[in-house]
């Protein structure tokens, strides 16, 4: 067992002093790139329409206003639905209902097509696929904010006599308005910053600023314009984020369950819910595969797009390897987290116009900059979401390997990253189907490449529904082989290493 020795002072390892020292400075260029580059293209001459930017902003407060208050409404509702089982059901349920926001925006709107035929294009379509992808989040949340601030409050009111519905408005909901707040806004902005699904069901009259942003740079070629109207969004966002995701709820306190959280005509909505989603995939799934033969004229397009998907995964995960052990040394070393984990990931096509007037439009150099877009965009908030609170965990493993002078790479890999398989897993897997699926970013960064994304979001443009479905579960199987063989990789590596 590693203890503390008193008077023992820390040492630092001479062997990592050039990566401490390198990596911290890198890691700010890579993820600061994005907003260096769109300054570079402010001047004295740069105009901006402030008809077309009002227009553009009015379309996405109408969407992320919309989905956001429709997301968090019925999510409280559900929440009561989701704190209506208990034990191993809440715990499967609670998983599920955030696949719609862990899946690529691919498969959503791909749902969203089946279950609404025809689909209406505009502010209605774009609203209803943002609140089907955000819903099952902000039920999570708002079940896991009533778990940490009710306490026994529940079961104190009805022994006090107060009626259900007074407790929920007079007690409940003030006691919650912080997280309320927070689930609102957290929606709001991945709905402003979302290109995806705006780019596909927005239409003419559904442009939100994130499309406009990227049609002056792709189209009218108005890079000064867009460059201004990118500084606009992301100092809104910020503002946003500043003055409005701060929670400020009471500490947590032991859960007491209790009639008044529970309903069972929420849990009926929820499971609704739930099955809308899996059966509009599944039953245009089948219904698809009786038009699987207009999908063989493809098969050297989907080959070619598979080998050129699995690389950039490949090159992804690499990527992100590194930045995940240079973030882990520098956690080691300083005791506290680089800066950049915190960025928000604000807008796609910020980073992919950065990487696309960084790099040159060919697809060698899209091997390149699409990885480091992914490794922008996602990669901090996984690191946020999977890593950091394991490392808070084993902090006191790490400073008493410190204290008996064990070199930084021992503790990363034998001491952190031993402990994590799971995590490291997780991690993996996610990144690869968010690669494989992508169209939004590499349509962002001007990419060349073929992709399996890119190839199904043509197919839904050119009103091949079925062939895009087919296509997607493609991407599924792909996937589900990949994700298998570095599980088998992961779990060879960590038994190798036990027999050590």
């Known amino acids: 067992m590693i203890g ?30 994005p907003y260096l580059v769109s300054l570079f293209f402010l001047d004295n001459s740069s105009t901006l329409n402030s008809t077309e930017l009002l227009w553009a902003l009015k379309n996405s407060v109408i969407q992320s206003g919309a989905a956001a208050l429709i997301s968090v409404s019925f999510g409280f509702f559900l929440s009561f639905g989701l704190l209506n089982f208990s034990g191993a059901t809440q715990s499967v349920l609670g998983r599920i209902v955030l696949v719609p926001q862990v899946l690529p925006t691919l498969f959503s709107i791909l749902i969203s097509f089946s279950l609404l035929n025809p689909f209406p294009m505009g502010h209605i379509g774009v609203i209803f696929i943002f609140t089907l992808v955000n819903l099952g989040l902000s039920t999570y949340f708002m079940a896991h904010a009533i778990r940490s601030q009710v306490g026994n409050l529940a079961l104190v009111s009805d022994v006090m006599g107060i ?6 408005f007079r007690i409940l909901l003030p006691l919650i308005k912080s997280d309320l707040k927070v689930n609102f806004f957290f929606v709001f902005l991945f709905c402003l910053a979302s290109l995806s699904v705006p780019l596909v069901a927005g239409g003419g009259k559904g ?27 992301t100092g809104l966002i910020f503002c946003i984020s500043y003055f409005f995701l701060n929670r400020r709820g009471a500490s947590p306190q032991p859960f007491v369950s209790h009639p ?42 989907i080959l070619e797009a598979t080998g050129q998907s699995l690389l950039i995964g490949i090159v992804t995960l690499g990527i992100c390897f590194v930045f995940l052990y240079g973030w882990i040394v520098y956690f080691v070393e300083k005791q506290r987290h680089h800066f950049v984990i915190h960025l928000m990931s604000i807008s796609t096509v910020l980073v992919g116009f950065s990487l696309y007037i960084l790099f040159s439009q060919t697809v060698q150099m899209d091997y390149i900059k699409l990885p480091l877009a992914f490794l922008i965009l996602f990669v901090p908030a996984l ?19 410190k204290v008996h002078s064990i070199s930084t790479t021992r503790i990363v890999f034998q001491i952190i990253l031993h402990q994590f398989p799971n995590a490291l897993l997780t991690s993996a897997s996610l990144l690869l189907i968010w690669t494989l699926s992508d169209f939004a970013i590499s ?11 890119l190839l199904s979001v043509n197919f839904l443009n050119s009103y091949r529904l079925n062939s895009a479905y087919l296509l997607s579960f493609y991407i599924l199987i792909f996937w589900g082989v990949l994700s298998a063989l570095f599980y088998f990789f992961i779990k060879g590596i960590y038994g190798v290493d036990r027999k050590r």
Do not use: C, H
């Open 163 to 168: 009626k259900k519905s007074s407790f929920i």
């Open 443 to 453: 349509r962002a960064a001007g990419a060349q490449v073929k992709t399996l994304g």
């Open 383 to 401: 690191f946020r979401f999977i890593f950091e609170d394991k490392l808070a965990q084993i902090k006191g493993q790490i400073l008493a390997a």
């Open 207 to 233: 442009t939100n600023l994130e499309v406009l942003i990227y049609e002056k740079i792709f189209i009218e070629q108005a890079w000064n314009s867009a460059a201004m109207m990118m500084i606009f969004q």
């Open 4 to 33: 503390f020795k008193s008077g023992q002072k820390f040492e630092r390892m001479k062997g990592s002093r050039p990566f401490r020292f390198l990596f911290p400075i890198f890691a700010s260029l890579i993820f600061l790139g």
């Open 260 to 301: 008044f959280l529970k309903s069972k005509v929420s849990a009926l909505a929820l499971l609704i819910y739930i099955i809308s989603y899996g059966y509009g995939y599944i039953s245009r799934l089948l219904e698809s595969f009786s038009d699987f033969e207009d999908l063989v004229p493809y098969g050297v397009d």
